[in-house]
């Protein structure tokens, strides 16, 4: 699933959707596992993956729907998850460009609507009343957030930090605040709302790193890091190289993950 934004924040990922598609980790298998498992999802029923991405929540899930729709705000993103659908022989899935301010957009009703990484970039008390009138009675929304590389928990992603900052000036880091930040949590949110009945699941694993892809990841954000470094690209993966051989001359690189999982529903 991707940060998708709303209409406040249609071109936050523009020219970053190349990157996403093969950068951007996976959710992990037990993750998927046991969302199928407790919401008995048994191949009935219709998806909505609202901030779709490159179809990383929706290509794994339409698997277990009659169909899905995957929607994102940014056009390149929607070919980079037709793309996955494709290799992985997943036929059920209509994409469509929009952002979580078009609601309802005409889409029907769904059995499941999921949110990945992208719920905090949104007008949440806005799409909760959007998706009361599109979620069938006994429907549920999942919200998924993990950890973010680009916030740092170990030596190596606090020294990527480092090398970042020495290369842009704090005013073009605008884009790593959410509007969500800093305010409500995502489970208050959901108390006021039409889906307040909400189960908690944290899966935590470990990830590992290459260097390239911990770079790949870096132009994937929505600081549009691989057009404001410019002809400085060059020199600026070269000391990423360096600093994170210098800590770990192998080249591999391990990143403690939290995903959060929120299931929401009716009373």
């Known amino acids: 699933m991707t940060e998708a934004a709303d209409g406040i924040t249609d071109d936050l990922f523009a020219g970053t959707a190349w990157h996403y598609a093969r950068y951007r ?3 992990p298998r037990r993750f998927f596992d046991e969302l199928v498992r407790r919401l008995r999802l048994d191949g009935a029923g219709r998806l ?3 901030g779709c991405g490159t179809g990383q929540l929706t290509v794994p899930l ?3 729907m009659a169909d899905a729709v995957g929607m994102d705000p940014e056009p390149t993103m929607l070919v980079e998850a037709a793309r996955r659908a494709e290799a992985a022989g997943v036929a059920n899935v209509a994409w469509t460009q929009g952002g979580s301010a078009d609601l309802p957009a005409g889409l029907g009703r769904f059995r499941l609507v999921t949110m990945g990484r992208s719920f905090h970039w ?3 008390a806005e799409v909760l009343a959007a998706l009361s009138g599109m979620i069938e009675e006994n429907g549920a929304i999942v919200l998924a957030n993990d950890s973010c590389l680009v916030r740092p928990a170990t030596t190596w992603q606090r020294a990527i930090e ?3 900052c020495r290369f842009l000036p704090p005013e073009q880091w605008s884009g790593r605040t959410t509007p969500a930040e800093g305010q409500e949590s995502h489970e208050d949110i959901l108390a006021r709302s039409s889906f307040p009945r909400v189960h908690r699941v944290v899966h935590e694993f470990q990830r590992s790193w290459t260097i390239e892809q911990a770079i790949g990841y870096l132009y ?4 549009p890091l691989y057009r404001l470094l410019g002809d400085r690209r060059t020199a600026f993966e070269q000391l990423v190289t360096d600093t994170l051989l210098a800590i770990d001359p192998g080249g591999c690189f391990i990143e403690p993950v939290t995903l959060e999982v929120l299931t929401a529903t009716r009373r």
């Open 62 to 64: 339409a698997r277990h």
């Open 122 to 124: 949104m007008d949440r």
């Open 48 to 50: 909505l993956d609202l």
């Open 162 to 164: 480092e090398v970042q």
């Open 25 to 27: 980790p996976d959710y």
């Open 220 to 223: 994937s954000t929505s600081l």
